[in-house]
């Protein structure tokens, strides 16, 4: 298996534009969750699926995130309009079939808004 | 409080010494506790877990133990080595502000082994 996947690894762009990042994650996993990674505040849970189901978006930080999973083996995390301090490492993480156990990391997308 | 706390968030060892990361739990009903590392640049990978079972587990030069009456869980790194410095992460099991229950990380202890 491949692991986990994400794309782009890299995103520049400006501030007010729309950013998709996209991730696949390990087949048969039923949990995939996303991640927000920062020197300020480290690991940060934004939302996670449970058979492409959300079910907590608590972490979410306003209305400018939003998530989906259409099926599977596809999720998207799309920023609008995007802002500075959106600038991040993001992560995508899937596990087999309980979201307390082990969680299995991509490479990550590290986003810069100019 | 935080449902999963870690100390120290950063720790300085010579090479061959050892070194040690604590965390702390706040539910008695958390049973499974991973160790991540993150590398510069890198994603968080596993690299040893631990089940409430258990109170001890090794692999080569890394350790785990647990202590659940006191509920604290800590890394033993053994002879450390300059590859060893990196950012590592412990978490459990505990409910969000939402109410689900899922993996919860600390906030990571940069570990730097100076040569």
């Known amino acids: 298996d491949a692991g986990v996947i994400q794309s782009p690894r890299h995103e520049v762009t400006e501030m007010g534009q729309e950013v998709t990042l996209r991730c696949k994650p390990i087949?048969?996993?039923?949990?995939l969750f996303w991640y927000r990674q920062t020197m300020m505040r480290g690991l940060e849970l934004l939302i996670y699926?449970?058979?492409?189901?959300?079910?907590?978006d608590s972490g979410m930080p306003e209305d400018r995130f939003s998530a989906k999973m259409p099926n599977a083996s596809f999720s998207t995390l799309k920023i609008q309009p995007s802002e500075p301090r959106d600038s991040a490492v993001y992560f995508c993480?899937?596990?087999?079939?309980?979201?307390?156990?082990?969680?299995?990391f991509g490479p990550g997308t590290r986003l810069l808004v100019l | 409080g935080e449902n999963v706390e870690q100390h120290p968030s950063t720790l300085s060892v010579q090479e061959g010494d050892s070194a040690v990361i604590k965390c702390t739990y706040s539910?008695?009903?958390?049973?499974?506790f991973p160790w991540y590392k993150q590398e510069l640049g890198k994603r968080p990978q596993l690299i040893i877990d631990?089940?409430?079972?258990?109170g001890e587990k090794k692999d080569q030069r890394i350790a785990v133990t647990l202590n659940k009456t006191a509920k604290h869980f800590s890394l033993h790194i053994t002879e450390t080595q300059p590859e060893d410095s990196a950012v590592y992460f412990c978490?459990?099991?505990?409910?969000?502000?939402?109410?689900?229950?899922?993996?919860?990380f600390g906030k990571g202890t940069k570990l730097s082994v100076i040569p």
């Open positions: 978490a459990g099991p505990a409910y969000s502000g939402a109410g689900s229950y899922q993996l919860t």
């Open positions: 539910d008695s009903a958390s049973n499974y």
């Open positions: 631990i089940r409430s079972n258990v």
């Open positions: 699926f449970n058979n492409n189901v959300p079910i907590d």
């Open positions: 087949s048969g996993h039923d949990y």
């Open positions: 993480a899937s596990s087999l079939v309980d979201p307390t156990e082990t969680q299995y």
